[in-house]
C-alpha cells in the first residue's frame, strides 16, 4: 500500500512511540497508537493473505475430495447390495441342486423286489 511506505518512516522513528507523544498531547497519543497499529495490521494482513488463500484451496480440495469418497462408498455400497443378493441366489440355487439330487438318488434306488 502506498500510505503504508509513506508512514513507514514514522513508524520505524525511536520519537513515534505514544507514550512520548501522549506527553504532548492525549489526542496525538491516540493517533499515534493507530497509526501503528494500521502499520501492524497491513505488515499481518500480507502474511495471513497467502495462508487464507492456501486453506481456501485446502479446503476446495477437501470438499472436492469428500464427494469422491461420498460417491466411492455409494458404489462400494451397491457392489455390497449386489454381492449379498448375488450369495443368496447362490445359496438358494445350491439348495436346490442338493435337493434335485437327493431326488435323483431316490429314484435311482432299486426298489425291493417281493419274495416269490
Do not use: H
Request: glycine letters at 2%; one cysteine or more; a negative charge.
Amino acid at each position: 500500500m502506498e500510505v503504508i511506505e509513506k508512514i513507514r518512516p514514522y513508524t520505524t522513528s525511536p520519537d513515534f512511540e505514544p507514550e512520548l507523544i501522549g506527553k504532548a498531547s492525549k489526542a496525538a497519543k491516540g493517533l499515534c497508537q493507530w497509526v501503528r497499529a494500521m502499520e501492524v495490521y497491513d505488515r499481518v494482513a500480507k502474511v495471513v493473505a497467502p495462508k487464507r488463500a492456501a486453506l481456501a484451496a485446502a479446503e476446495a480440495e477437501f470438499a472436492e475430495v469428500s464427494e469422491l469418497v461420498r460417491q466411492k462408498k455409494e458404489s462400494l455400497a451397491e457392489v455390497e447390495r449386489k454381492i449379498a443378493a448375488l450369495q443368496a441366489q447362490f445359496e438358494e440355487t445350491n439348495t436346490r441342486k442338493e435337493e434335485l439330487a437327493r431326488q435323483v438318488d431316490d429314484r435311482s434306488e432299486p426298489t425291493p423286489q417281493p419274495y416269490p
